[in-house]
């Protein structure tokens, strides 16, 4: 079957921009996450959705990153007023569900952002 | 806080060679250990996992014991080849009170394997 899928695979925005990144994940997962993966670093944690709720969101880095996932499948990922910075590879994954520690995460393979 | 410590990078070897790149956790509790690996061009992909101490996960080849004495989860191969090439992260995973779910990494370890 089809594994997670983000869109775009690329995005080249403006400091000061807003950008959204959006990913589809495997049908009849529950559990979404977002993680962010700079050059030369393992990806790193955002924050993760279990159905429509945001269970843990403690990795957003400040109020310019938000991300909702209003019906409990696709998730969207926006970032206001972009900063250099903010330049990464935007990773989502999805597992059937969370809970017991064991459930597998598979990932998308990304959205490259880079700022200018 | 919880966190993964990996060996430096990058790892280049000849095909059939054996392969070990070390990972160390710091974490309270009993966390589950993984291996992705990350392959050119590819997203990251679930190598092996283990969930318990003493537990043993195997894939493709690759094996990796949990060590709860030594905190370590190290990776190994006995014979790598040239589709081995890729980069390989070593990560964890705790439950928090809160119940979330997320993995931490190491910074990754590249392999590259020659004919």
């Known amino acids: 079957g089809a594994g997670v899928s983000q869109t775009p695979s690329n995005k080249v925005t403006e400091k000061g921009k807003y950008v959204e990144l959006r990913c589809d994940p495997i049908?009849?997962?529950?559990?979404l996450y977002w993680y962010r993966q700079s050059l030369g670093q393992g990806p790193e944690f955002l924050i993760y959705?279990?159905?429509?709720?945001?269970?843990?969101d403690s990795g957003l880095p400040n109020d310019r990153f938000f991300a909702v996932r209003p019906e409990g499948s696709v998730s969207t990922l926006k970032i206001q007023r972009t900063e250099r910075g903010d330049s990464a590879v935007y990773l989502c994954?999805?597992?059937?569900?969370?809970?017991?520690?064991?459930?597998?995460?598979?990932f998308g393979p990304g959205t490259r952002l880079t700022v200018l | 806080g919880n966190s993964v410590t990996q060996m430096e990078g990058p790892v280049t070897l000849s095909e059939e060679a054996f392969l070990t790149i070390n990972c160390t956790y710091t974490a309270t509790g009993y966390p589950s250990l993984f291996w992705y690996v990350q392959y050119p061009g590819e997203g990251l992909q679930l190598l092996l996992k283990?969930?318990?101490?003493?537990d043993k996960g195997s894939n493709k080849g690759f094996e990796a014991t949990y060590r709860k004495e030594t905190t370590s989860f190290h990776l190994e191969k006995g014979s790598v080849q040239v589709s081995d090439s890729a980069v390989y992260f070593c990560a964890l995973k705790k439950g928090t009170q809160g119940g979330s779910e997320k993995l931490v990494f190491g910074k990754g370890t590249k392999l590259t394997v020659n004919p």
């Open positions: 049908s009849g997962h529950t559990a």
């Open positions: 283990a969930t318990k101490a003493d």
């Open positions: 994954a999805s597992s059937v569900t969370s809970g017991g520690g064991t459930d597998t995460q598979y």
């Open positions: 959705f279990q159905g429509t709720g945001a269970a843990d």
